[in-house]
């Protein structure tokens, strides 16, 4: 064709490049014509030698099912493009099988070509992987799209954590009692219904907390507490609940945040029924969410550390399945979030309880839930204030406390912050007074 460039800024996602590096992408074009029909990419069997931009004529692509029948079919025409999430997610395997109608015309941009412009240019790159992910939240397509495992270990085994809902899976119907309830006659609902989750109404029949085997355990066998008490003096809160129209992902990612094993699941504002984390779970032996349960699991930094690390393979897994980049900042900030909390526990165990209340407070990204791979610690503690005689004594416990945890995060991979230009004490941490309480961040 004589003008291709002017071709190209119609294109998408050429279309978002800067006209001087289209220059440079119109001279390494290979123009190809189809004088009759051409069966051309066969699917998850044929390699893509480029990225094809259909100039005239059409591509006609479509998935085989087991009984040879076009399942999803879909024409490329001109000012399109075939191939881009085949070479980028599918390993350069043509995800659909594509045959080429009789006098079409394509520009192939070879592959190594549209790999560069893709690691030079994040929003070209984007608008594959995002078109891929659109994609994967048709169940149809999903289902002919097989996901490709890594040689080691595969974090996203079940592709149809991202594309499914909650109204697709089964809920266990919602077994409850009144407070009122005796604590063994409790139990003998759990058992009855073979639940391992109970729970508790007030007197207008609204629920307001739960009982499960562990807080049996914990509450009351432990305890020797007596049996014929009511069930609400060891009922365990706060209740958490999800739509039923939110995604499976979204559901477990709550569980992780609010540390609760149960939702309930709601739908035009009553509770239709409720989800185990171990029911959800199940299913996904390889996901990511199985990861963060075992960093939660790990008992010591080193092991942490080795998990931490593991990180950006998992994120390689995830985007290069077109997973969109806020879920993957999600899991990223769970990871973070699951690390410091074990880091605190362990600083605690180790130097004794606070001598006053106080929270730990992520700032900056980790607190948006946007954090990327290239971060560091942006974080506060605030206290309560003690009399006089105390407050030293306080302060320097959570200074020795803000240190510890603050330098084990940093072996761990999770950084100092560099950029801080506040004044700060020998251990490196920043120091402000706020009030009645002494904010500490490292």
Same mark, same amino acid.
């Given at each position: 064709?004589?003008?291709?460039?002017?071709?190209?800024?119609?294109?998408?996602?050429?279309?978002?490049?800067?006209?001087?590096?289209?220059?440079?992408?119109?001279?390494?074009?290979?123009?190809?014509?189809?004088?009759?029909?051409?069966?051309?990419?066969?699917?998850?069997?044929?390699?893509?030698?480029?990225?094809?931009?259909?100039?005239?004529?059409?591509?006609?692509?479509?998935?085989?099912?087991?009984?040879?029948?076009?399942?999803?079919?879909?024409?490329?025409?001109?000012?399109?493009?075939?191939?881009?999430?085949?070479?980028?997610?599918?390993?350069?395997?043509?995800?659909?099988?594509?045959?080429?109608?009789?006098?079409?015309?394509?520009?192939?941009?070879?592959?190594?070509?549209?790999?560069?412009?893709?690691?030079?240019?994040?929003?070209?790159?984007?608008?594959?992987?995002?078109?891929?992910?659109?994609?994967?939240?048709?169940?149809?397509?999903?289902?002919?799209?097989?996901?490709?495992?890594?040689?080691?270990?595969?974090?996203?085994?079940?592709?149809?954590?991202?594309?499914?809902?909650?109204?697709?899976?089964?809920?266990?119907?919602? $077994? %409850?009692?009144?407070?009122?309830?005796?604590? #063994? !006659? /409790?139990?003998?609902? *759990?058992?009855?219904? +073979?639940?391992?989750? &109970?729970?508790?109404?007030?007197?207008?029949?609204?629920?307001?907390?739960?009982?499960?085997?562990?807080?049996?355990?914990?509450?009351?066998?432990?305890?020797?507490?007596?049996?014929?008490?009511?069930?609400?003096?060891?009922?365990?809160?706060?209740? $958490? %609940?999800?739509?039923?129209?939110?995604?499976? #992902? !979204? /559901?477990?990612?709550? *569980?992780?945040?609010? +540390?609760?094993?149960? &939702?309930?699941?709601?739908?035009?504002?009553?509770?239709?029924?409720?989800?185990?984390?171990?029911?959800?779970?199940?299913?996904?032996?390889?996901?990511?969410?199985?990861?963060?349960?075992?960093?939660?699991?790990?008992?010591?930094?080193?092991?942490?550390?080795?998990?931490?690390?593991?990180?950006?393979?998992?994120?390689?897994?995830?985007?290069?399945?077109?997973? +969109?980049?806020?879920?993957?900042?999600?899991?990223?900030?769970?990871?973070?979030?699951?690390?410091?909390?074990?880091?605190?526990?362990?600083?605690?165990?180790?130097?004794?309880?606070?001598?006053?209340?106080?929270?730990?407070?992520?700032?900056?990204?980790?607190?948006?839930?946007?954090?990327?791979?290239?971060?560091?610690?942006?974080?506060?503690?605030?206290?309560?204030?003690?009399?006089?005689?105390?407050?030293?004594?306080?302060?320097?416990?959570?200074?020795?406390?803000?240190?510890?945890?603050?330098?084990?995060?940093?072996?761990?991979?999770?950084?100092?912050?560099?950029?801080?230009?506040?004044?700060?004490?020998?251990?490196?941490?920043?120091?402000?007074?706020?009030?009645?309480?002494?904010?500490?961040?490292?």
């Amino acid at each position: 064709m004589d003008n291709r460039l002017a071709f190209l800024k119609t294109v998408e996602p050429f279309s978002l490049l800067p006209e001087e590096v289209l220059d440079g992408v119109v001279d390494l074009l290979q123009e190809v014509q189809y004088p009759k029909d051409a069966l051309i990419y066969q699917q998850d069997v044929s390699k893509l030698r480029g990225l094809d931009i259909i100039v005239e004529g059409e591509y006609e692509t479509f998935f085989y099912d087991s009984e040879q029948q076009k399942r999803l079919p879909e024409v490329y025409g001109p000012g399109t493009c075939y191939g881009g999430m085949s070479i980028l997610l599918n390993k350069k395997r043509s995800l659909r099988t594509v045959l080429a109608h009789k006098g079409t015309k394509v520009l192939s941009l070879p592959r190594r070509d549209f790999r560069a412009l893709c690691l030079a240019y994040e929003p070209f790159f984007h608008y594959f992987t995002a078109r891929y992910g659109q994609r994967m939240l048709n169940e149809e397509y999903a289902h002919f799209v097989k996901p490709t495992p890594a040689p080691e270990q595969n974090f996203i085994a079940a592709d149809q954590l991202y594309s499914r809902r909650l109204e697709t899976l089964e809920a266990r119907d919602v $077994v %409850s009692c009144p407070g009122t309830t005796p604590i #063994y !006659e /409790a139990a003998r609902r *759990m058992a009855s219904g +073979k639940v391992s989750c &109970l729970f508790v109404t007030d007197e207008a029949s609204k629920i307001v907390g739960y009982v499960t085997d562990i807080t049996l355990r914990d509450n009351v066998v432990a305890r020797q507490l007596d049996a014929a008490r009511p069930v609400s003096e060891v009922t365990d809160t706060p209740i $958490v %609940s999800i739509r039923r129209d939110a995604y499976v #992902y !979204e /559901a477990i990612l709550l *569980m992780f945040q609010t +540390k609760t094993r149960y &939702l309930l699941v709601e739908q035009a504002g009553e509770y239709v029924g409720f989800l185990s984390r171990n029911k959800l779970l199940s299913d996904l032996a390889q996901s990511p969410f199985m990861f963060i349960q075992a960093v939660k699991l790990a008992q010591s930094t080193r092991e942490l550390k080795r998990r931490w690390g593991m990180v950006p393979d998992m994120v390689n897994q995830l985007l290069s399945r077109g997973v +969109k980049p806020e879920i993957v900042n999600q899991v990223i900030t769970t990871v973070a979030d699951t690390i410091a909390l074990k880091v605190i526990e362990g600083v605690l165990a180790e130097q004794g309880p606070a001598p006053a209340k106080f929270v730990f407070i992520v700032l900056g990204s980790e607190g948006r839930k946007e954090q990327t791979l290239v971060t560091d610690q942006d974080n506060a503690i605030i206290y309560e204030d003690k009399a006089n005689e105390q407050r030293e004594l306080v302060r320097e416990y959570f200074l020795r406390f803000a240190t510890s945890v603050s330098d084990q995060l940093n072996d761990i991979g999770l950084h100092f912050c560099s950029g801080a230009s506040w004044p700060k004490t020998p251990s490196g941490h920043i120091l402000s007074r706020t009030g009645s309480a002494t904010t500490t961040s490292g």
